[in-house]
């Protein structure tokens, strides 16, 4: 599995974006796919993921109201909306899946994840 992500950029505070994860190579529809971030100087961090079975979400306490992770299964594709942007929320983002569906404790833990994306930098800066 590849997985491919963008849609970063340069946006201002309260501002939105949306970030694409494409995967190519076998259909993720059941897998679990997730979002963390990485910010300078910082340790890799969980933002969000959803699972392929059920389709359960969990957020971080960080981004909880502001971001929204979805999937279309027929582009197999995830997306993850970014809305009410901080500066705090300036990092590179990742976006990784794996083929089981783990409980919500083990969902938030980046070594749970098989695969990854090569990540896309958000700036938020006025």
């Known amino acids: 599995v590849q997985l491919q992500a963008s849609g970063g950029g340069l946006v201002q505070p309260g501002g939105s974006l949306r970030l694409s994860c494409a995967a190519s190579g076998r259909t993720v529809s059941g897998y679990t796919v997730g979002w963390f971030r990485q910010a300078p100087g910082k340790e890799r961090e969980f933002v969000a993921a959803?699972?392929?079975?059920?389709?359960?979400?969990f957020y971080s306490v960080a981004v909880k109201g502001r971001f929204t992770i979805s999937r279309d299964n027929a582009k197999n594709t995830a997306y993850l909306q970014m809305n009410s942007l901080k500066p705090e929320d300036t990092a590179v983002y990742y976006c990784a899946a794996d083929p089981r569906s783990w409980i919500s404790g083990e969902i938030r833990n980046a070594e749970r994840y098989e695969y990854w994306g090569q990540g896309t930098l958000v700036t938020v800066s006025s």
């Open positions: 959803k699972r392929g079975s059920g389709g359960n979400t």
